[in-house]
T-cell receptor, first 116, second 114 residues
Framework: AQSVTQPDIHITVSEGASLELRCNYS??????LFWYVQSPGQGLQLLLK??????LVQGIKGFEAEFKRSQSSFNLRKPSVHWSDAAEYFC??????????????FGKGTHLIIQP | NAGVMQNPRHLVRRRGQEARLRCSPMKGHSHVYWYRQLPEEGLKFMVYLQKENIIDESGMPKERFSAEFPKEGPSILRIQQVVRGDSAAYFC????????????FGQGTRLTVV
């Protein structure tokens, strides 16, 4: 069974500074990987996803993530954060075997706080 | 094209009552997933449905919980005889494909059991 670990429960970053949120996964084959963002009281919005090919994927709102098979990681990055980026961020893995029809497995999330 | 619509957004039930949560997928989507989010936790997969079929319910509690996705109308997640531990946010996601690779999430229903 797959699993996802987001080691940082909270991260505080100054506005304009760079950001990296960590995500480690466990899955036997090449997984489907996702990053979602959740604003308070809202649903989840997909930031980006990785299925295959180029290991550096670009997403919305200036985010990118890099798949590193050797480290079983899929860290999310942004070169310069904005106050509106304050939210909860979830990494998720989907099983590629079986056509990826199973539900996603989510990490517990990282709460991002932006300091002015 | 409206997104995934869930209603109600907030639901309060007394212990022992029934909770019915509705999810209307995006237009053209015939695959629905339900997830539960407990406080300070990530989302946990509950069930995956296609029209008139339950494909995977491995994440559903064995008792009191059921889900359906009829030919017409929204998908329904039903919780009978609710207990305080059922208090959570319940999210629905829909996809146009047979995989979860393009799932879009609704805004969730926040269930509070008092």
């Amino acid at each position: 069974a797959q699993s996802v670990t987001q080691p940082d429960i909270h991260i505080t970053v100054s506005e304009g500074a760079s950001l990296e949120l960590r995500c480690n996964y466990s899955y036997g084959a090449t997984p489907y990987l996702f990053w979602y963002v959740q604003s308070p009281g809202q649903g989840l919005q997909l930031l980006l996803k990785y299925f295959s090919g180029d290991t550096l994927v670009q997403g919305i709102k200036g985010f990118e993530a890099e798949f590193k098979r050797s480290q079983s990681s899929f860290n999310l990055r942004k070169p310069s954060v904005h106050w509106s980026d304050a939210a909860e961020y979830f990494c998720a893995v989907g099983a590629s075997e079986g056509g990826g029809a199973d539900g996603l497995t989510f990490g517990k999330g990282t709460h991002l706080i932006i300091q002015p | 094209n409206a997104g995934v619509m869930q209603n109600p957004r907030h639901l309060v039930r007394r212990r022992g009552q029934e909770a019915r949560l509705r999810c209307s997928p995006m237009k053209g989507h015939s695959h629905v997933y339900w997830y539960r989010q407990l406080p300070e936790e990530g989302l946990k997969f509950m069930v995956y449905l296609q029209k008139e079929n339950i494909i995977d319910e491995s994440g559903m509690p064995k008792e009191r919980f059921s889900a359906e996705f009829p030919k017409e109308g929204p998908s329904i997640l039903r919780i009978q005889q609710v207990v305080r531990g059922d208090s959570a946010a319940y999210f629905c996601a829909s996809s146009p494909f047979t995989t979860n690779t393009e799932a879009f999430f609704g805004q969730g229903t926040r269930l509070t059991v008092v």
